[in-house]
């Protein structure tokens, strides 16, 4: 199998900024066959969203809410992802949860995290 642990969360006021981290680790079989990571989100009362993927070929979707204030990037060499949160808005609260994909798509992920609460005061 494949656990993904999470961390970096916690309370940050409006405009601040925050850094999640996702390390896989489990099997090394399965690791290998992960072609896809993201950050999904999940806000009291809502539905969850994807907030940021990427492949190994490179290529990245944003939710629009996001674009031009996330970033996501990963260290294959580390098994890591991870989600650079700047400008942060009190409508960014949620719990952000860590993804992976054997295929390369956003969607009908394959493993999940237990999530890291991200809080953003006004």
């Known amino acids: 199998q494949v656990q993904l642990v999470e961390s970096g969360g916690g309370l940050v006021p409006a405009g601040g900024s925050l850094r999640l981290s996702c390390v896989a680790s489990g099997s090394i079989y399965r690791i290998s066959r992960i072609n896809a990571m993201g950050w999904y989100r999940q806000a009291p009362g809502k539905q969850r969203e994807l907030v940021a993927g990427i492949t190994n070929s490179g290529t990245i979707n944003y939710a629009d809410s996001v674009k031009g204030r996330f970033t996501i990037s990963k260290d294959n060499a580390k098994n890591t992802v991870y989600l650079q949160m700047n400008s942060l808005k009190p409508e960014d609260t949620a719990v952000y949860y860590c993804?992976?994909?054997?295929?390369?798509?956003?969607?009908?992920?394959?493993?999940w995290g237990k999530g890291t609460l991200v809080t953003v005061s006004s």
């Open positions: 993804t992976a994909a054997v295929q390369a798509r956003f969607d009908g992920m394959d493993y």
